[in-house]
């Protein structure tokens, strides 16, 4: 079991080890110059294009952007060692300041949003295989097809204009991550106002998965029940409640537990929009007003850390199966 | 019981007895059609057009007499022997029409006007030609560098495989969207490179794809054959196991060319699309972002668009993977 997570901890090394290089190849794709960007701004005033040239040189070397490329990425990687991100082109805030800033609050969201999509598809996914080609297996398969296609930004205006501060009704708050005076509120009372801020994000992000992890709970299900082990138990006069919670769902739901890995990191990507539209400050929207101001080091370390946290999930879930079947072990057969 | 049929024949025929899929190939098309018909279905040039005695087709080509003229005022004018053929939707993308801003369906504009008066149906059918031509550019660069990669490590094996096996983990590592978002930042937002990098980060999932059915294959009683048969290079054998390996990545292409119209559709809707000259759906629905208040309609039409074309590629690639499930066969 330990050798197991050891070995697997190895084998991220090199995966750890590629994401680095290919993060800092896209970022030298960059035909802007930060230092030119930056330059330009302060320099505006000045007037000489001697003046500016200086600037833009000086702003070079204070960014060590002179030096040739493994140079940078030699230097990049002993920083991340440390966990030193650099600061931040924009504000000169360490990266790692805004990133922890905004990680938590990204977290949360995708967290709560991982929990309700499983809390819904497991039973739905559970009752559609055994009911199959039932009504109820039927009219949610289309319904969940409907709700996959739907394209999430489209969704959230929806909701704005209907349930959030349009002409309709106005039930959400449609900004923001909690109310501006949420400080003053009771432990409880911040809880529930955040929760309340987020009921339309987390709609926005759990519906479209919904559909993919209650088909795949109905065919894990709908497997199991073939079993032989569940006709026994049917056979031996076991309460159809037993049968199913205790023997069949265990079962069906080991497959489910992996796909937790690839869940995650799809929710991270997806935040960028919702965060947007909801203005919430978490890292997909950190990540976009750094792409948008060519922040080098904010863009490196979101999308160095989006692809560790990949990694990390996956390893989880590897581990969740490992430790959920039994059956499963990695000593050698004698 | 039939006889000898060839494959394709065989899943055509089995995805056919689908209703729902055969439907959603029948919106395809049409989409299609629309997407290429588009200078002739929404244009405010008139399609043929007969002025002194001359015949044209303004809508196809102007000649430079004809430049700047406002067809319409002519078209009002009633000159004598002035005959004139207007497209359906007599508005091009982005023709301003001031005085008739943010209207409701109504009889001249059949789906409304936008915040600056252009006509939001002429808007859709110009749209359709980006979302489509974005997700097929997009969708090849994919199936053609997947299949290269997964033939590669599938079928030489060994080191290689490992190689490619390891590049293909670490590119499924990183977030896609956000991997796009940050390309897109540095190369620029045009409508290229929009085809380009959505095509360069979703090819990890076609090689896997590709890699697992050659290796499948590889120890196949026809490839030996073939090899015994002294098959004069690779590239015979490539004949061989391709072909048996590609129904898996047709239904992945077509689930790939709804994910990246969505791709396309969000990134214009964020500011990172195509520019705004060119009228997409996803633009469409930013803009409206911006008339909520006032005419929060505006949302309907380019959301209505983008969901039933995302609708009908799940649908057909829903079908084919049925009808390609050798369980299914009916």
């Known amino acids: 079991m330990i050798l197991y997570l050891i070995k697997r901890l190895l084998l991220m090394i090199p995966t750890l080890f590629g994401i680095t290089v290919i993060t800092f190849l896209i970022i030298n794709l960059a035909p802007g110059d930060p230092a030119a960007l930056k330059a330009q701004s302060a320099t505006d005033a000045l007037k000489g294009e001697a003046a500016m040239a200086e600037v833009v040189d000086q702003t070079r070397k204070l960014y060590g952007l002179d030096q040739p490329v493994y140079v940078r990425y030699a230097r990049w990687l002993k920083q991340i060692a440390k966990l030193d991100f650099g600061n931040s082109y924009r504000d000169h805030r360490p990266v790692i300041r805004k990133i922890a800033a905004a990680l938590p609050i990204t977290l949360t969201l995708n967290i709560l949003t991982v929990l309700i999509v499983y809390i819904i598809s497991i039973p739905v996914g559970a009752y559609a295989a055994l009911k199959a080609r039932g009504w109820f297996d039927r009219l949610s398969a289309i319904l969940l097809f409907i709700l996959y296609s739907l394209p999430s930004f489209w969704v959230a205006m929806m909701l704005i204009v209907w349930l959030g501060g349009g002409d309709y009704l106005n039930l959400f708050p449609i900004v923001g991550f909690m109310s501006d005076n949420a400080s003053r509120l009771s432990w409880i009372g911040w809880i529930g106002n955040v929760g309340w801020h987020l009921v339309l994000p987390v709609t926005c992000l759990t519906y479209a998965s919904f559909a993919f992890l209650s088909r795949f709970q109905r065919a894990s299900m709908l497997e199991v029940i073939r079993q032989d082990y569940v006709r026994t138990a049917r056979a031996k006069g076991l309460s159809e409640w037993r049968v199913v919670w205790h023997h069949a769902l265990r079962n069906a739901l080991i497959p489910i537990l992996t796909l937790m890995g690839t869940l995650l990191p799809g929710l991270l990507a997806g935040s960028v929009i919702i965060e947007q539209i909801f203005a919430i400050p978490g890292m997909g929207r950190l990540g976009f007003e750094s792409v948008l101001a060519r ?40 | ?152 490590a599938g079928f030489y094996g060994g080191s290689i495989d490992l190689l490619i096996s390891r590049f293909i983990e670490v590119m499924m590592c990183f977030p896609t969207f956000f991997l796009i978002l940050a390309i897109l930042a540095f190369v620029g937002p045009s409508i290229y490179n929009i085809m380009v990098v959505i095509g360069l980060t979703s090819w990890p999932g076609v090689a896997r794809l590709v890699r697992g059915e050659c290796l499948k294959f590889r120890s196949r009683e026809f490839v030996t054959a073939a090899r015994l048969a002294g098959a004069r290079n690779r590239r015979i054998i490539l004949r061989h196991l391709l072909p048996n390996a590609l129904s898996p990545v047709l239904v992945s292409a077509t689930f790939g060319v709804a994910s990246a119209i969505l791709v396309e559709a969000s990134l214009s809707f964020l500011g990172f699309g195509v520019p705004p000259s060119s009228a997409s759906w996803g633009s469409l629905l930013s803009g409206a972002q911006d008339f909520m208040d006032v005419a929060w309609w505006l949302t309907l039409a380019p959301g209505f668009a983008i969901f039933l074309t995302i609708t009908a590629y799940n649908v057909v690639g829903e079908g084919l993977r049925d009808a390609i499930d050798p369980n299914l066969r009916t």
Do not use: C
Request: proline residues 5%; aromatic residues 10%.
């Open chain 1, 295 to 334: 922040d080098y080091p904010v863009i490196m370390a979101l999308t160095f850390i989006g692809a560790l946290l990949t990694l990390i999930s996956v390893l989880l879930s590897d581990l969740l199966y490992v430790l959920v079947d039994p059956r499963i072990t990695f000593r050698r057969q004698t």
């Open chain 2, 1 to 152: 019981m039939n006889s000898s049929q060839s494959y394709s024949a065989l899943i055509w025929r089995q995805f056919k007895k689908g209703r729902l899929a055969v439907a959603g190939l029948i919106v395809i098309v049409i989409l299609f059609v629309v997407a290429i018909l588009a200078p002739l279905l929404a244009n405010d040039r008139p399609l043929m057009m007969r002025s002194g005695g001359r015949w044209s087709f303004p809508a196809i080509h102007l000649s430079n007499d004809l430049r700047g003229v406002d067809f319409k005022v002519m078209a009002g004018e009633k000159k004598e022997g002035l005959f004139m053929i207007f497209a359906p939707v007599p508005f091009g993308p982005n023709t301003y029409d001031l005085p008739h801003v943010l209207e409701k369906p109504n009889r001249v504009h059949f789906l409304g006007t936008d915040g600056e008066g252009r006509d939001i149906l002429a808007q859709l059918i110009w749209g359709s030609r980006i979302s489509l031509s974005v997700g097929f550019v997009a969708v090849g660069i994919t199936v053609i560098i997947g299949i290269l990669f997964g033939v590669l």
